[in-house]
């Protein structure tokens, strides 16, 4: 989209070479983005590269569908081979989605020594660090900008920016349907299953939207995330994580209460012996800046050891977004192949096994709703029960009187530092007890 | 700060090579930052140029002032030659500050084919186009990520990220200073001069803060942004240019009426026949993101075509945060150095003369605060003397009343989107006629 004039000047000075050649593996969403973007900045790309953008193939399942303007016909195939088996082939893009078929199609293009670009966060929480290490060892690039955080240019400010720096924490809104349906449900007044619904019918969710809501899609990017932030090694199951789905309007009312809002975050610490990772609904004062990140756009905190905080925001999914983020990664791979420099960017990406600390011992605050029925001394009782473990109560209110006596009552409770083995402890002896009406609902606090 | 099996694991696998060697032009703030960056990071550092980074000699004024322990005293001299003629320095990086001996400095090392790397934005608003060319008639690289935004990764995200989008807009708090005194005036309810006066002790000010409150310091930073942003060769005296000097307690008040906070901005704006750059106070709604970067943080709203929003925000100054930004940069330009691909970075920054539109032709809306002695149809004449020159009237709003009949009293206009050159002209007009007591003030509104 940059002017002509600039185009050649830049181009102008760099060295000749032949083309760049791309083979897609997807011409869904992000791929008709991708061949749209190409087309649109030809000259100004080839003159960030130091040579021309030229597509070759293009892998699809169904070659009668329609594609975008962009996509020459006869780059279509269904015949995974004829991207990834064909010599002339320099980048493969990866943007079919899905676990097996990418992976293996992935393997084979790396094993041909072609560099990789691709926006599969499921793919990569799975199967990351080996294609990483697969990478280096052949001495090849794997590029992923646009598997986390759409638009957002996260990955190479954590390759990059943060090189020198050490991330002691990080936080983020990484899943923009959760985001919207919290914020509907806050500023709406919407249930749960009507915020989803609305969602959908906007297209910002799935006809299934449990990938979403049960905070799998945002445990996949902390994971990609994790392997940046912590050069940590960690396989997804391993992650605690928790969706969107058990909370109700009343818990956005009580937390507004006190001052906070509930985000659906992706949260990862390093305690250098260990790191935290973690994807739950958390509790945020709502002065803080994740607080004001509203609709499906997504936000990432990092605190740096040297750099302090740094957030990044922006749209989070999307065609054009996405399609911009594999864009540069096909660059930044293109300009070490011109200069003959290939695998310099993955080999960055150190990784090790690193411990992940149990969830039972991660140390943060609570917001906790107890449900029981009203008597005298109830709350004197559920303080003594979290005592009793060493749980330390900040805060105690009974939001709302019962509608008749004897029912039950919300006690919503907001703790100090505990250790979070010590409050699910206390709250399970207190449920044995027999003394709640409904399950105890815990969520975690962030401060900042 | 990295584990030392991280570092050792990458660098096992990078090509061996001597080491690139730095020379630093200045050791205070910044420079010290990046002495104790590198000595604390040297071996993950390693792992990620392919080769260690070794500091060969640093300049300063005074060779008995005391440094930062990572500072070997072999290493310091008192002559620029020992830097920038010695053929065994690889990289020179400056962190001097000021101009003409920057200047001349930077210039000879390009000339000797040297990668440079600065933070000095004074230099790049006045040279940068002209550095910029000679390091791309060279064959080496400039880069400056330092020079905006402190830690925040704004050059990088620029040149890199948004590389195949085109950026139509850009917002930015880019002055800490300023951001921390206009909040104190909002917060704290404190005078402009008084809010000065506190940022200093803090050391958030200089003991002669106008190259800050005056503007200066974030228009300078606005065309190191559009370089990149826009490829725009313009001089740094063509800017329009506002510091917050002008600014009284009350129009925070007024504008917290009408739901805007007043924030000091960088604006750019990209028409494609012509751009619009420009710094000054300006409401913004409340509930925009950038209304809630408080104190001396910065942020950087950008918006994409094809990419929409994206804000970056971070610490804007400070040593470890500036020198975060300056390490990242000699890693790229080391790296292109261990790849021979030496140039590659810089010759993305693609420039030409683009026509500024001149600030009477800006378009957008204006508050206006205007002193007169109360009378009968005070507000008629007013909104009569705006709509002859066609400047129509959101609101229009007298906030307070005043001490004496007939005393000057506030009255504060939001208008429609305006030409700038008629609401100057309305304003010019009525004052020439007597009609106020006080100078008009005019700030700009941005809605998004
Ligand atoms: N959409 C977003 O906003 C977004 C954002 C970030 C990351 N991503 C990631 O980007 C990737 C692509 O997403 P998308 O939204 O573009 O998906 P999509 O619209 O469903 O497109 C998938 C494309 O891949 C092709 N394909 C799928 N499986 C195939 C197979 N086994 N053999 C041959 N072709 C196959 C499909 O062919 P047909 O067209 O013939 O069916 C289609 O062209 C996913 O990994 C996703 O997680 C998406
Ligand atoms: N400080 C920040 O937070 C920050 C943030 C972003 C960008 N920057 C930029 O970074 C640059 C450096 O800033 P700083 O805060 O580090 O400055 P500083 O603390 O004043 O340090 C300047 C250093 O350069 C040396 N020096 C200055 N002029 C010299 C000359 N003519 N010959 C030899 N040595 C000379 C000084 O030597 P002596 O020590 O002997 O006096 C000192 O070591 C500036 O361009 C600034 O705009 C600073």
Redesign the pocket.
């Known amino acids: 989209m940059r002017g002509p004039a600039n185009a050649e000047e830049a181009s102008a000075t760099t060295p000749r070479r032949g083309s760049i050649r791309l083979g897609l593996?997807?011409?869904?969403?992000?791929?008709?983005?991708v061949l749209e973007l190409c087309a649109a900045n030809a000259r100004w790309l080839e003159g960030r590269v130091g040579a021309p953008l030229e597509v070759r193939r293009?892998?699809?399942?169904?070659?009668r569908?329609e594609?975008v303007a962009a996509c020459d016909p006869s780059w279509i195939t269904?015949r995974?081979e004829d991207v990834v088996d064909d010599p002339e082939i320099d980048i493969v893009v990866?943007?079919?989605?899905?676990e097996e078929?990418?992976l293996e199609l992935v393997e084979r293009a790396i094993a041909a020594g072609k560099g990789v670009v691709?926006?599969?966060?499921?793919?990569l929480a799975k199967h990351g660090p080996r294609l990483v290490d697969l990478a280096i060892a052949r001495g090849t690039d794997l590029a992923f900008e646009?598997?986390?955080g759409?638009g957002i240019p996260i990955i190479r400010t954590l390759r990059e920016a943060f090189a020198s720096d050490w991330v002691e924490r990080l936080a983020g809104i990484v899943n923009g349907t959760c985001n919207y349906v919290l914020g509907r449900m806050r500023e709406g007044g919407l249930g749960l299953d009507e915020a989803v619904r609305e969602a959908q019918a906007k297209g910002y969710a799935e006809a299934d939207p449990s990938l979403d809501t049960g905070g799998h899609d945002a445990a996949h990017k902390l994971c990609v995330l994790a392997m940046l932030a912590f050069g940590a090694r960690v396989p997804a199951s391993a992650l605690h994580v928790e969706g969107i789905e058990g909370i109700e309007e009343r818990d956005h009312r009580y937390a507004e209460r006190f001052g906070y809002v509930i985000k659906h975050l992706a949260i990862g610490r390093d305690f250098g012996d260990a790191i935290e990772l973690r994807v739950h609904p958390t509790l945020i004062p709502k002065t803080s800046v994740l607080a004001n990140v509203s609709g499906v756009l997504n936000a990432i905190l990092l605190e740096g050891r040297a750099l302090g905080p740094c957030m990044l925001y922006g749209r989070?999914?999307?065609?054009l977004?996405?399609a911009v983020?594999v864009v540069s990664d096909i660059l930044d791979v293109g300009r070490s192949i011109v200069a003959g420099a290939s695998g310099l960017l993955t080999r960055g990406i150190a990784m090790e096994p690193r411990p992940l600390k149990p969830q039972e011992d991660v140390e943060t605050r609570y917001y906790l709703r107890l449900s029981a029925p009203e008597r005298p001394g109830l709350m004197a009782r559920i303080a003594g029960g979290l005592g009793e473990l060493g749980v330390s109560l900040e805060q105690m209110v009974q939001p709302e009187r019962p509608t008749a006596p004897g029912d039950p009552v919300d006690i919503v409770v907001i703790t100090h530092v505990a250790r979070e083995g010590n409050v699910t402890a206390a709250l399970e002896r207190m449920r044995t007890e027999g003394l709640f009406a409904a399950p105890p609902r815990l969520y975690r606090i962030e401060v900042s």
């Open positions: 593996l997807g011409c869904g969403t992000v791929g008709g983005g293009v892998l699809v399942r169904d070659p569908k594609r269904t995974p990866e943007v079919m989605g899905g078929a990418a691709t926006a599969n966060k499921l793919l646009g598997a986390v759409g989070g999914a999307g065609d977004p996405t983020s």
